[in-house]
């Protein structure tokens, strides 16, 4: 490697409070089933289509993960020796994120952090992550309270809390 001990094999960042490591994107001659290969700062770094990226890590990391890294470790070629190239489409990363339809994913522009819906056909390059983001389950707390007689709305300010007690047959 023209850049061998000057790029980190992992690195971490923090994304709401949980500590997640990435890996450096591979170089072609480190991995099989890329669907090219790409030259950047003298190195040649695997870049795949969504399915054989999602097929490359055991965790592909969801949008969120990797805008936590790029605004924890800032400029990835700088900070850490990783591939983010000038060319349209050499600095964005996969994610697991899923598009508005089924054939599309989310990239990661790794240089202006910008998120962009791209076809999955679409090669970029790929950091894999050592878990998945938790699934995030929304609070619902349902009572009486603040709604209006009948019990079918209530009149709430944004950030306050709105309780509604619902009951089952035969209770109250």
């Known amino acids: 490697a023209n850049m061998y001990g000057h790029m980190a094999d992992n690195s971490t ?8 490591t990435f ?4 170089l072609a001659a480190e991995t099989d089933g890329e669907d090219r290969a790409v030259s950047i700062n003298n190195e040649s770094w695997a870049q795949f289509n969504w399915a054989n990226a999602d097929k490359h890590c055991d965790i592909l990391p969801d949008a969120r993960q990797l805008e936590g890294l790029k605004i924890e470790r800032g400029d990835l070629s700088t900070t850490l020796g990783w ?6 489409g050499d600095e964005e990363y996969w994610s697991s994120s899923q598009g508005a339809i089924a054939a599309d994913h989310i990239s990661i522009d790794m240089r202006s952090r910008s998120l962009t819906q791209m076809p999955d056909a679409t090669q970029s390059l790929v950091s894999c992550v050592d878990k998945a983001s938790p ?4 609070k619902l707390v349902i009572s009486a309270e603040r709604f209006e007689s009948a019990g079918y709305a209530a009149d709430v300010e944004v950030g306050d809390e709105v309780n509604r007690g619902v009951g089952g047959a035969g209770g109250a």
């Open 13 to 20: 960042a923090t994304v709401d409070g949980e500590s997640y």
């Open 23 to 26: 890996s450096r994107p591979k």
């Open 135 to 138: 699934e995030v389950t929304p």
């Open 83 to 88: 591939p983010v190239g000038l060319t349209s």
